[in-house]
């Protein structure tokens, strides 16, 4: 349906008139790098507060426990913030979900801190695209949607999690609780494009520490009793750089180790990401990284253990996918946003709810651009049309157009 009833009209000019900039700008101003525990502790402070206006229960969910691989080679674990939660409605026979994530790529000591108006109409700031701006819209969304009459026929989770932007492994598992049982799930990343675009097709993404041992020895004495962990990671990186192929790229990105000239080097450390485009391809990569090690751990005498993995699963376009999508799409023909969609390279929570059968489309957030730089930037007038075109999909899906 691409004309708008009178409850539509009604309920997109609610949508439309929440303070979403006010929002934004109180958000933002306040650092959430992924790593400032006491600035997420802020925000979600404030967001819990935003979103106890809405039905339902409100809670701050403790991070899982993440460890990560030290250039030594030693695992330690990382703190996260806490996660936010509301669940509304969750005996209704139709289900969404609805996820964000508070955490910025800025960090508390990075120079990017404050917001302006760079030019009439354009906000930049960190954070205001990716994804505070997206947030305001989800939060105008649904409270406009409370207010129309099918709003019981409808219940949803929203999480907001404070870890997405290095990858989601403290709030994985609470993501895929989430997303069962739902029939569609909206992800507000910022449009994979200034005008609007949606990200389509996504491809996966695996991050890796191999972590070499080999045998320290004199360089001049007795080099030939060592077995060089370095050159062995080197090796390695070779290695897994000749799988790359289409649907399939490999970016060995960093190798820790090394030490004085005259010993040699006993460890390293060789970091790999890899963004396979189907579960076939991730199933490729599983097997090359497995024959590797086998290869290299046997040329090179050493021994080699793998940390990590595929944090984010392929999210190929499938027919649920593409219903969902058209029905965004047949939403903002009745707002007069032409909305279109094309696959992207990069990755997020969309990735994960895909992986659990869920159809999800994933930037159904404000239009802006040049995230994760200083140059972030929010277009104020989408804050507008988003949460319309939200609050429309919302409505829709309460009657059942998304099945």
Same mark, same amino acid.
């Given at each position: 349906? !691409?004309?708008?009833?009178? #409850?539509?009209?009604s309920l997109i000019d609610r949508a439309g008139a929440a303070p979403m900039l006010r929002q934004v700008e109180t958000w933002a101003a306040i650092n959430s790098g992924t790593g400032n525990l006491a600035g997420l502790a802020t925000v979600a402070g404030l967001l819990a507060d935003a979103f106890a206006a809405l039905p339902g229960d409100v809670r701050l969910v403790e991070a899982a426990p993440v460890d990560a691989i030290l250039p030594d080679g030693s695992r330690q674990e990382h703190a996260h913030g806490q996660h936010l939660h509301l669940c509304v409605r969750p005996q209704a026979n139709r289900r969404v979900l609805l996820t964000g994530h508070m955490d910025t790529v800025f960090g508390a000591d990075h120079v990017f801190q404050t917001l302006r108006e760079s030019e009439p109409g354009i906000v930049n700031g960190p954070g205001v695209a990716d994804m505070k701006g997206g947030i305001a819209v989800m939060l105008a969304a649904l409270a406009a949607f409370e207010g129309s009459t099918g709003a019981t026929a409808l219940g949803y989770d929203v999480l907001i999690n404070s870890d997405e932007?290095? %990858? @989601?492994? @403290? @709030?994985s598992?609470?993501?895929?609780?989430?997303?069962? /049982?739902?029939?569609?799930?909206? !992800?507000?990343?910022? &449009?994979?494009l200034p005008d609007g675009t949606l990200a389509g097709a996504r491809p996966g993404s695996g991050n890796f520490s191999f972590i070499v041992t080999g045998r320290a020895a004199h360089a001049g004495r007795n080099p030939e009793d060592g077995r060089?962990?370095?050159l062995a990671a080197a090796a390695l990186a070779l290695r897994l750089a000749a799988v790359q192929?289409?649907?399939l790229s490999v970016n060995p990105a960093r190798i820790d180790g090394g030490g004085p000239n005259n010993v040699v080097p006993d460890h390293a450390v060789l970091r790999v990401n890899m963004r396979p485009s189907?579960?076939?391809?991730?199933?490729?990569?599983r097997s090359a990284i497995d024959l590797a090690i086998v290869?290299?751990?046997?040329l090179h005498d050493v021994g080699i253990h793998v940390h990590g993995g595929f944090g984010r699963p392929p999210k190929p376009m499938d027919p649920p996918a593409e219903k969902l999508f058209s029905l965004v799409r047949d939403c903002g023909t009745a707002l007069g946003q032409a909305i279109g969609w094309k696959a992207t390279g990069g990755v997020c929570d969309g990735n994960n709810i895909a992986a659990c059968g869920v159809p999800?489309? #994933? !930037?159904? /957030?404000?239009? %802006?651009? &040049?995230?994760h730089s200083s140059d972030e930037y929010l277009i104020i007038k989408s804050l507008e049309e988003r949460a319309m075109l939200s609050a429309l999909v919302l409505h829709r899906i309460a009657d059942g157009e998304s099945q």
């Amino acid at each position: 349906m !691409t004309t708008l009833t009178y #409850d539509e009209n009604s309920l997109i000019d609610r949508a439309g008139a929440a303070p979403m900039l006010r929002q934004v700008e109180t958000w933002a101003a306040i650092n959430s790098g992924t790593g400032n525990l006491a600035g997420l502790a802020t925000v979600a402070g404030l967001l819990a507060d935003a979103f106890a206006a809405l039905p339902g229960d409100v809670r701050l969910v403790e991070a899982a426990p993440v460890d990560a691989i030290l250039p030594d080679g030693s695992r330690q674990e990382h703190a996260h913030g806490q996660h936010l939660h509301l669940c509304v409605r969750p005996q209704a026979n139709r289900r969404v979900l609805l996820t964000g994530h508070m955490d910025t790529v800025f960090g508390a000591d990075h120079v990017f801190q404050t917001l302006r108006e760079s030019e009439p109409g354009i906000v930049n700031g960190p954070g205001v695209a990716d994804m505070k701006g997206g947030i305001a819209v989800m939060l105008a969304a649904l409270a406009a949607f409370e207010g129309s009459t099918g709003a019981t026929a409808l219940g949803y989770d929203v999480l907001i999690n404070s870890d997405e932007e290095t %990858g @989601s492994l @403290s @709030s994985s598992a609470l993501i895929t609780e989430l997303a069962r /049982g739902k029939v569609a799930a909206l !992800t507000y990343e910022p &449009a994979a494009l200034p005008d609007g675009t949606l990200a389509g097709a996504r491809p996966g993404s695996g991050n890796f520490s191999f972590i070499v041992t080999g045998r320290a020895a004199h360089a001049g004495r007795n080099p030939e009793d060592g077995r060089n962990a370095l050159l062995a990671a080197a090796a390695l990186a070779l290695r897994l750089a000749a799988v790359q192929a289409p649907g399939l790229s490999v970016n060995p990105a960093r190798i820790d180790g090394g030490g004085p000239n005259n010993v040699v080097p006993d460890h390293a450390v060789l970091r790999v990401n890899m963004r396979p485009s189907t579960p076939a391809d991730e199933d490729r990569a599983r097997s090359a990284i497995d024959l590797a090690i086998v290869e290299i751990a046997t040329l090179h005498d050493v021994g080699i253990h793998v940390h990590g993995g595929f944090g984010r699963p392929p999210k190929p376009m499938d027919p649920p996918a593409e219903k969902l999508f058209s029905l965004v799409r047949d939403c903002g023909t009745a707002l007069g946003q032409a909305i279109g969609w094309k696959a992207t390279g990069g990755v997020c929570d969309g990735n994960n709810i895909a992986a659990c059968g869920v159809p999800v489309v #994933d !930037t159904m /957030g404000v239009r %802006g651009g &040049a995230i994760h730089s200083s140059d972030e930037y929010l277009i104020i007038k989408s804050l507008e049309e988003r949460a319309m075109l939200s609050a429309l999909v919302l409505h829709r899906i309460a009657d059942g157009e998304s099945q």
